[in-house]
């Protein structure tokens, strides 16, 4: 009977390091998914957003002129300065209309921007000899019906400085420019549904502006560091903003940070039941070793001697769960980023589910679930043993 109770105790302890395991590995594979994807789109995100962002403190617009600017080209960290003028405007296509963010670039952009990784149809230009052209978010264009084959113009519509409404409607007091469609890009569901990117000098014409901008994008060379930024700023002084990737979309680093801290919590809080079984397998140990403890005691052992016995037992299952855990997540992350065995389902650009194993998530993981296992021991450790010999 003592053998057969034995056995359970083994059984149950084997399942709770498989569970540990289990757990384990989950966190390190979907943690891992989660970074390719992380990685995805903040690589779309810099094809359009830039190192570095210099805007006005104050207003709109300005002239990028003056010593600061041109020491901005003189520094030799920098590799790319161009000039961008945005606003939102009303665009017209074929009797649609809808709001858009429009973009317009100089000839710098246009030449080494990646936005041509980005085209599902047409090709990246905005000249065809003197004649301007647009390139669109595919989802704006969808919506609107434009097509970069076909020959209907893409007019957009703003206000013209200082007007007033007329008696003909407000419609007259619009500056428009017509530009043709010559291709459409996809970067993300946001930037899809809102982008279009024209000429610099057509922005300007139709907001009615001459030398002005809204922005100067830098792309430097290797990563943009604190101290880089600092030194912009102090260079250009308080009248100008100087802002890295994160400061250009704040709202949405922070989502990113927060959605990768719940998912963990969430798979930890599953260890944590997964852990509970341990419970059990102490329990169960040591009703049937109350003989082995009085023996113990005989030969001077203290209870506390005797629980920290327990204690180091449990926690050994739950190292060996996660040891385990830890050698099949990482096995499982490589293959799946070497070989892509696991495809993604059809109608997306990705072949298989994107994989990016990192030293920090592994590091978390151990200290989580080692944590756990320590605490459930401690929980399940006897307190005040049975001295009765039984």
């Not at 002129?65 to 003028?85: C, H, M, N, Y």
């Amino acid at each position: 009977m003592a053998r057969k109770s034995l056995g359970v105790i083994h059984v149950i302890s084997t399942i709770s390091a498989v569970g540990m395991a289990i757990g384990t590995a989950a966190l390190i594979l979907i943690l891992s998914v989660y970074n390719g994807f992380d990685r995805i789109i903040r690589e779309n995100i810099s094809d359009l957003a830039p190192d570095i962002l210099i805007t006005a403190t104050q207003g709109k617009y300005f002239v990028p002129e003056g010593p600061a600017f041109k020491a901005l080209l003189e520094d030799t960290r920098i590799k790319q300065i161009s000039s961008v003028l945005e606003e939102e405007v009303l665009l017209s296509y074929d009797g649609r209309q809808e709001l858009a963010r429009a973009k317009g670039v100089d000839a710098v952009y246009e030449e080494e921007s990646r936005l041509a990784e980005h085209v599902v149809e047409g090709s990246f230009s905005l000249h065809d000899g003197d004649i301007p052209q647009a390139a669109v978010g595919s989802a704006l264009a969808y919506k609107m019906g434009i097509r970069p084959r076909f020959t209907e113009p893409l007019v957009l519509h703003y206000p013209r400085r200082g007007a007033r409404i007329p008696l003909a409607g407000p419609a007259s007091a619009l500056g428009s420019i017509r530009c043709a469609p010559s291709c459409l890009v996809s970067i993300n569901a946001d930037v899809d549904e809102r982008l279009v990117v024209v000429p610099l000098e057509q922005m300007r014409a139709l907001l009615g502006l001459e030398d002005e901008v809204s922005g100067i994008e830098l792309q430097v060379d290797g990563p943009v560091s604190h101290k880089l930024t600092a030194s912009l700023q102090e260079l250009l002084g308080p009248g100008f903003t100087v802002q890295d990737r994160i400061r250009q979309n704040p709202a949405l680093y922070k989502m990113m940070r927060y959605e990768k801290l719940a998912i963990y919590l969430i798979l930890l809080f599953v260890v944590i039941i997964i852990a509970t079984n341990i419970l059990g397998s102490l329990s169960m140990l040591s009703i049937h070793k109350q003989e082995d403890m009085q023996t113990l005691r005989a030969l001077g052992a203290n209870e506390k001697t005797i629980r920290k016995i327990f204690i180091w037992e449990g926690w050994l299952i739950s190292l060996c769960g996660l040891a385990a855990g830890l050698a099949v997540g990482i096995a499982l992350a490589w293959i799946q980023e070497r070989f892509g065995l696991v495809k993604m389902p059809g109608g997306f650009f990705l072949q298989a589910y994107p994989v990016v194993l990192q030293v920090s998530d592994l590091l978390w993981v151990t200290a989580g679930v080692a944590a756990i296992g320590f605490l459930i021991t401690l929980l399940a450790a006897p307190r005040k043993t049975d001295q009765r010999v039984a």
